[in-house]
């Protein structure tokens, strides 16, 4: 079976799972022998790749055909030695408390699988494309003028590079922001749909995410400022999260995790990114306010976004500007 074939059984299954919900049951017969169809065909797949690798959750059958097929590259290169549970299911992504592979020198990690159906409905994903350059399964950008066509007309071939890309970001990002000290979870590779990254949590729990935590106003204030400077230096290095609120932030031992990076912003070539980055920076003061810290979110977002030499308000794309227009070409000049 290969392996588009098996991501066309995952979407089935998701569009059966999605129509149970409505009422026209005149079809659900048909549904149903459709159900155990596909559940059958990808039981065989499970059955297959589950003789080489064995782990010790036990996931759904349907699940279970597709975490093995997402995970066996990353268990054949040793970034993992078993699953041990699911830490957060979702409509986009699931992710998987796992034991790291043997020569890693951490005891766990999370594996965070995308989902064949919500990469193909990649949710508003334009906004955020606007002036990041694809990348490939590699990560590098792509420089096949058939691919960056491909992904414009949305044909089939496109769409899959254009999952990749979204992959590639989030695990590209994770990558440049470690290095430069953001708290992110340390990323050790990205396969097929997976990212490995460090497990923020212990073998019994996950870290909670900071929205369901209550701080103390000591804490509130130093966990304030701690994520105030990581918007910071991210936006130092051109990047702003996109989604940032106190549900991308994880909260363990007294430390703040950013995560959840798919969506991630460039600041100097997306039109739209102050008002993006100010939408980050409310969030994160909505939840701070709520926890005794007073803050002014735009007030803040402003003085972040010009004291790295941005102008408030639309930026200007340069794809709309005409180099020949003397008139364009001051507006560009008066930008910078
Ligand atoms: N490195 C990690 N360590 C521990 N838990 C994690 C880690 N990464 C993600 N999680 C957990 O998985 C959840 C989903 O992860 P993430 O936010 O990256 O994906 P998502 O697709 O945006 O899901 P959601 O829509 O639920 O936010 C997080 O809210 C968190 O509970
Ligand atoms: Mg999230």
Known sequence: MSKNQLNDYFDELDDLDDSQDSSRKRISVKRESKR?????????RAQEIAKEFKFTYKAARFEEAW??????????HQWISDVLRQVKGGKEASVYLCK????????????????????????????????????????????KEADVNAIAKRSTYGEEV?????????????EKLFEVGVDVPRPYAMEKNAIVMDFIGDESAAAPILNSVNL???EAHELF??????????????CIHGDLSA??????????TLIDFPQIVLPKSNPTAWNIFQRDVIRVCDYFSAQGVRCDGRKIAADIWTSHGYRIGKQLDPKFLDPEDPADRKLWEKQK
Do not use: Q
């Open 162 to 174: 254009r999952h990749k890309s979204w992959i590639a970001y989030e695990f590209k990002t994770m």
């Open 67 to 76: 975490l093995l097929d997402s995970l066996t590259d990353i268990y054949e």
């Open 225 to 238: 400022d701690k994520v105030l400077r990581n918007i910071d230096v991210m936006l130092a290095n051109d």
């Open 216 to 218: 103390s106003s000591n």
């Open 36 to 44: 155990k169809e596909v559940e059958a065909k990808l039981f065989i």
């Open 100 to 143: 790291s592979g043997t020569d890693m020198n951490v005891p766990f990690v999370a594996a965070k699988i995308y989902r064949p159906r919500a990469l193909r409905n990649l949710k508003n994903d334009a906004e955020y494309r606007v002036g990041r350059v694809d990348l490939d399964a590699d990560g590098t950008a792509l420089w």
């Open 247 to 256: 549900y991308n932030i994880l909260y363990w031992n007294g430390a703040i």
